[in-house]
């Protein structure tokens, strides 16, 4: 067995897998400036640290007695300024104390006058009695909220700095619908299709940046973590994020455990929904264009040459196990009187039944030499037909652990002719999308480097005249090409 780490030309000529520069994401200065004024903030903030002004609603007896100008807030006791003729004393209780920013009720609870001056500018101080109140949707200058703490007491004893960021990013991800709004405003209620991408394009332009950043530095913040903080952070990311910043429908993770990230693609589905906003299409067209999932549309560029040595031959049988939207090779052409046999592997039967009918349309052979198959999630159906000269699979390791990554990768090299080629693929760590991923979606990725793939190959010790694991093009994919 001759096998190879890392990166080393084929003698065959065929493509190498060459390892390009990993995707780096610089967080904006502006970014950094805004977590370090969330570390140091104090639990109170003055009317001058607002993004605009903040009032209130006294409510007494039922009835509004007055609204006030707010000169400092805290979570337990809140600074107004009051006009003279407001009825107000010491020990005064109000049923409802209204806190509103921008005509938009931002906390409420009840509280008593705890200390009132006397005067034509009266200042007063009421104390909420209810408990602390959640500060959390008030905005502030430096475009954070207040420190909410966290979704519970857990999540509040984690880093102030990496709650911080997740307040952060938070931030960035609204700024996109209201930068939306506002953009689309004076060109009335309907764009034409491609007026809204020339719009999604120019926002993504500077969006990316920030927001890509944000991820970044927060996989960094995150990656210290111990399993139980892991467990906690992941529920304090998705009570922040989900259905508060992320706009849209965001499909669960398989109900059998095992992701194939040919599905990441399709995690938001909002922008194929009737009626969904254009937020929503928005963060569509965003993910589409975040570094993982451009990893993973890209395939069928790179691996189209990967097939020409197939076409020298008479006849030659292809399995693909987990195929991708485009089903790759079913590009393949009858070149020189060719017979090509096709058989796809496919474990949800929803995507089978919905991507079947493409795939025999892309097909150029004879209807009877391609196959759609199922397969189950973790392996591979009882199987007793003739080798095949290519098995492909670069969708499919991600999607299992350690254990049932060794046991798919034996069996398929069992299912190979002589001199036969095995291609399957890792993903790689990539922060932004890996944080996301991770903590926000709850799509758990089994991520592999070059070094870990091409290790768990070695331990195998599988008959071989020659393989090799590298990177693909993009640098974020770990690819193992082994020849029996």
């Known amino acids: 067995m001759v096998g190879s780490v890392g990166t080393e030309n084929r003698e065959d ?3 190498t897998l060459q390892p390009r520069n990993r995707t780096h994401h610089r967080t904006d200065v502006g970014l950094a400036v805004a977590t370090l004024a969330f570390r140091q903030r104090p639990s109170g903030v003055g009317s001058e640290e607002l993004a605009s002004p903040l009032e209130c609603t006294l409510i007494y007896d039922g009835e509004i007695v007055a609204r006030c100008a707010v000169l400092d807030v805290a979570a337990q006791v809140l600074g107004i300024l009051v006009a003279p003729e407001v009825p107000m004393w010491k020990g005064m209780r109000f049923d ?40 959390s949707a008030l905005r502030l200058r430096d475009g954070a909220s207040l420190d909410p703490g966290g979704s519970n007491p857990a999540a509040a004893a984690l880093p102030t700095d990496w709650r911080a960021a997740v307040a952060e990013l938070g931030q960035i991800l609204r700024w996109s619908s209201e930068y939306l709004d506002v953009t689309t405003r004076s060109m009335g209620g309907s764009l034409t299709p491609s007026q ?43 009570s922040q994020l989900l259905g508060k910043a992320i706009p849209g429908h965001v499909a669960p993770a398989p109900a059998h455990g095992v992701v194939d990230d040919y599905a990441l693609p399709y995690l938001f589905k909002a922008a194929a929904r009737e009626g969904a906003s254009r937020p929503e299409r928005f963060f569509r067209h965003a993910w589409a264009h975040f570094p993982l999932v451009r990893t993973i549309l890209a395939r069928p560029r790179w691996l189209a040459d990967l097939w020409g040595e197939l076409r020298g031959r008479p006849r030659a049988r292809v399995l693909v196990v987990q195929p991708g939207y485009a089903a790759e090779l079913s590009e393949v052409q009858m070149v020189g009187g060719a017979q090509f046999e096709l058989t796809l592997l496919e474990a949800d039967p929803e995507l089978r039944s919905i991507n079947e009918p493409q795939w025999r349309g892309r097909w150029s052979g004879k209807s009877d030499t391609l196959h759609v198959e199922s397969r189950p999630p973790t392996g591979l159906p009882l199987w007793d ?21 060794r046991a798919l990768i034996k069996e398929l090299h069992r299912w190979l002719a002589p001199k036969g080629r ?25 991520y592999r480097e070059v070094q870990a793939l091409g290790g768990m190959v070695e331990e195998l010790g599988l008959p071989a005249s020659s393989w090799q694991v590298g990177a693909d093009p993009s640098g974020r994919a770990s690819v193992l090409d082994l020849v029996r």
């Open 96 to 135: 409802q104390v209204r806190l509103e920013q921008r005509h938009r009720t931002v906390a409420e609870g009840t509280a008593t006058v705890g200390e009132i001056e006397a005067g034509a500018e009266r200042r007063a101080e009421l104390h909420f009695t209810g408990g602390e109140l959640d500060l």
């Open 13 to 15: 000529g065929a493509p």
């Open 385 to 405: 037909e003739k080798p095949y000269d290519l098995i492909y699979g670069v969708g499919v390791l991600g999607g299992l652990d350690d254990a049932r990554a």
């Open 422 to 446: 095995l291609m399957l693929g890792n993903l790689q760590v990539e922060p932004a999308s890996t944080w996301l991923l991770d903590y926000v979606l709850g799509w758990r990725v089994h």
């Open 196 to 238: 809204e991408q020339e719009v999604f394009g120019g926002l993504f332009s500077q969006w990316a940046p920030r927001c890509l950043g944000s991820l970044a530095r927060l996989h960094d913040l995150s990656s210290g973590f111990e399993p139980e903080q892991r467990e906690v952070a992941a529920e304090h990311a998705r």
